[in-house]
């Protein structure tokens, strides 16, 4: 277990639907990363953020959206869903901007 | 950040131990070397990281070749718990704009 905590486990919906997938870091971590998995594309790294603000952006499409909030926990936010969004949504959490992340157990989202 | 390269897959005998190779000839001299898993569709684990020297955890151990073109992963008692992907990755920032994984070593571990 690393701490990282990661709701639902499961989301299954519908194209052209929005949904919203919630992390909750390590105590004391202060950075969250968001990471996409899906068959083709392998592992890639959407975004992070670190203490409330944005500090680096990855290949995240304009209709994903995410914030990081007061208590650190954060939350992504996937609109206008389409087929090829069907993947495993993992968020990890650093103690500082950088440093070794530590990995939640994943969303596994399936757009139908 | 630098480029991996690791062999797609590998096979190692229980209680054995097991050498991952990692090939990683364009590392700059701030990049250090980090290594990760990840078991079936779980979460990816950080296992281990290094810049110059070797490194030794409770999990692993990394040694690193002195022109840090390369290095090896060691799991010094394989058990069928370690079957997984195992990825490479450098990174300058220790992924602080994010870890780049390519497609990793398949360890399987044979009873």
């Known amino acids: 277990d690393s701490g990282v905590t990661q709701t639902p486990k499961h989301l299954i919906t519908a194209t052209g639907q929005r949904v919203t997938l919630r992390c909750s870091p390590r105590?004391?971590?202060?950075?969250v990363y968001w990471y996409q998995q899906s068959l083709d594309q392998g592992l890639q790294f959407l975004i992070q953020?670190?203490?409330?603000?944005?500090?680096a952006k990855g290949n995240i499409l304009e209709r994903f959206s995410a914030q990081q909030f007061p208590d650190l926990h954060s939350e992504l936010n996937l609109s206008s869903l389409e087929l090829g969004d069907s993947a495993l949504y993992f968020c990890?959490?650093?103690?500082?901007?950088?440093?070794?992340?530590?990995f939640g157990p994943g969303t596994r989202l399936l757009v139908l | 950040d630098a480029k991996t390269t690791q062999p797609p897959s590998m096979d190692c005998a229980e209680g054995r131990a097991a050498n991952l190779p990692c090939n990683h000839s364009?590392?700059?001299?701030?990049?250090?070397v980090y290594w990760y898993r990840q078991i079936h569709s779980q979460g990816p684990q950080y296992i281990i990281h290094?810049?110059?020297n070797n490194e030794t955890n409770e999990m692993a151990s990394l040694i690193i070749t002195e022109d840090r073109k390369s290095s090896t992963l060691i799991l010094p008692h394989a058990t069928l718990r370690d079957t997984a992907v195992y990825y490479c990755?450098?990174?300058?920032?220790?992924?602080?704009?994010?870890?780049?994984f390519g497609k990793g070593t398949h360890l399987i571990i044979q009873p």
């Open positions: 105590s004391g971590d202060l950075s």
């Open positions: 990755i450098v990174s300058a920032g220790g992924g602080a704009d994010g870890l780049t």
């Open positions: 290094g810049l110059k």
């Open positions: 364009t590392i700059s001299g701030n990049e250090y």
């Open positions: 953020y670190y203490n409330g603000e944005e500090r």
């Open positions: 990890a959490s650093s103690v500082g901007p950088s440093g070794d992340q530590y």
